[in-house]
C-alpha cells in the first residue's frame, strides 16, 4: 500500500511539475508574441496577463488587449481575451470573447456584440505549430459600424481545415442564419417588399495562402493567393443568389478571375441596389435592358451573369462595376 501512495505522490509531484513548467511556457508564449508584434512596428498592448487552471488547463487571460497593422489600417480590440487548453492536448485551443469587441478597417470600426461567442482552433504538434482546422459559433450577434450601418444575426458558424498535407491551403465554411439589417439596407428592402430578415448565407471555398498559418505568420504574414469559390447561396424572401468560380489575387492584391453567378427575381434586386444608391436611377433602365439579354437565355426570371475582375477592375457581365475590391495587402 505504501508503494502504491508512494507512486501517486511522485506521479502527483511530477504532474504539478509539468503544469509549472507548462504555465511557464503558456505565458512566455504570449508576451513573445505580442513583443514580436511591436518589433515589427504593428501595435500590440495589453494590460494584464495571467495564466491559471492548476491542475488540468492552461486558462490563459489577457486583458485589455489591443492588436493592429497601421500599414493595412485593420485592429481589433477587446476588454479581455481568455484562451484555454487541456494541460495533456495543449495542441487544441479554446477561445472565448468578450461580449462586445471592436474591429478596425480602413475607413470605419465595427462593433460587435454577442452572445456566448466562442471558438476552438487545433494546430499541429511541432514547432511551426500549423493551423490544422477551426471552428467558431455565436448567437444574437449585432454589428454597429462607424459608418451607420447595423446588422444583426441569430446564429453564426465559422469552420476551416487544413487541405491535405498543404498547410498553406485551408477550406472555409460559414454558415449564418436570420441576418436582419438595419438603416439604408433595410428601409430599401422594404420599398421593395422583401422581408425583414436574410432565411440564409451560405459560403463554402477554398483558399490558398502565401505562406501557412503557424507561429510564424508575425515574420510571414499570410496573403491570400486563390480563391476557389465552392458555393455561394444567399436567400431572402423571392430573392436567391447563388455562385461559384475562382479567384486569384496578384502581386498588388487585387482579384483576377470570374465568379459565375445566378440571380433570382433580378429585375426586384437591380431595384433594390437602386434604391441604396448603387446603381443611378436614370441608369436603371440600361441595367434592365443589358441584364435582360442574359436572362432570356434561362427563361427571363433567373439572371445568369459572370462578375469578372481584370487588370483591377470588376464588371458584371457587359456593365462596369468599378475598381475590384484588394484582397491583400500586395507586396
Known amino acids: 500500500m505504501r508503494k502504491i501512495v508512494g507512486l501517486v505522490l511522485v506521479l502527483a509531484v511530477l504532474w504539478a511539475g509539468w503544469w509549472v513548467a507548462g504555465s511557464v511556457m503558456v505565458r512566455k508564449a504570449a508576451q513573445e508574441f505580442f513583443a514580436q508584434q511591436k518589433a515589427a512596428g504593428r501595435v500590440a498592448e495589453y494590460q494584464g496577463l495571467s495564466v491559471r487552471g492548476f491542475p488540468n488547463r492552461f486558462d490563459l487571460t489577457v ?5 493592429g497593422d497601421p500599414d493595412s489600417g485593420f485592429g481589433w480590440r477587446a476588454p479581455f481575451l481568455q484562451i484555454f487548453a487541456m494541460s495533456w492536448k ?30 476552438s482552433l487545433i494546430v499541429s504538434p511541432g514547432g511551426a505549430l500549423a493551423l490544422d482546422r477551426t471552428a467558431s459559433a455565436g448567437q444574437a450577434i449585432v454589428l454597429r459600424s462607424s459608418l451607420g450601418w447595423t446588422l444583426r444575426l441569430d446564429d453564426a458558424r465559422v469552420a476551416s481545415r487544413r487541405v491535405g498535407d498543404d498547410a498553406a491551403s485551408h477550406e472555409i465554411g460559414i454558415d449564418l442564419q ?33 505562406a501557412p498559418v503557424d507561429r510564424h505568420l508575425g515574420q510571414t504574414r499570410p496573403q491570400l493567393r486563390t480563391l476557389d469559390l465552392r458555393e455561394l447561396r444567399l436567400i431572402w424572401g ?41 446603381i ?52
Do not use: C, K, Y
Open 63 to 67: 486583458e485589455e488587449v489591443r492588436l
Open 90 to 119: 495543449p495542441w487544441h485551443l479554446i477561445a472565448a470573447f468578450p461580449p462586445e469587441q471592436r474591429f478596425e478597417f480602413p475607413g470605419q470600426s465595427v462593433t460587435v456584440n454577442a452572445s456566448a461567442l466562442r471558438a
Open 178 to 210: 436570420g441576418l436582419a439589417p438595419e438603416g439604408a439596407l433595410a428601409e430599401a428592402a422594404e420599398r421593395a417588399g422583401l422581408p425583414p430578415r436574410l432565411s440564409e448565407l451560405r459560403f463554402r471555398a477554398v483558399t490558398g495562402l502565401t
Open 238 to 278: 423571392p430573392l436567391s443568389l447563388t455562385g461559384s468560380g475562382r479567384l486569384t489575387v496578384d502581386g498588388s492584391g487585387r482579384p483576377e478571375g470570374r465568379i459565375d453567378l445566378a440571380l433570382g427575381n433580378w429585375r426586384q434586386a437591380i431595384r433594390i441596389a437602386a434604391e441604396l444608391g448603387l
Open 280 to 331: 443611378e436611377a436614370d441608369a436603371l433602365p440600361s441595367w434592365e435592358r443589358a441584364l435582360g439579354v442574359f436572362a432570356a437565355r434561362s427563361g427571363g426570371e433567373e439572371l445568369q451573369v459572370p462578375l469578372t475582375m481584370a487588370e483591377g477592375w470588376m464588371n458584371l457581365g457587359p456593365l462596369p462595376l468599378g475598381p475590384a475590391p484588394a484582397l491583400a495587402t500586395g507586396g
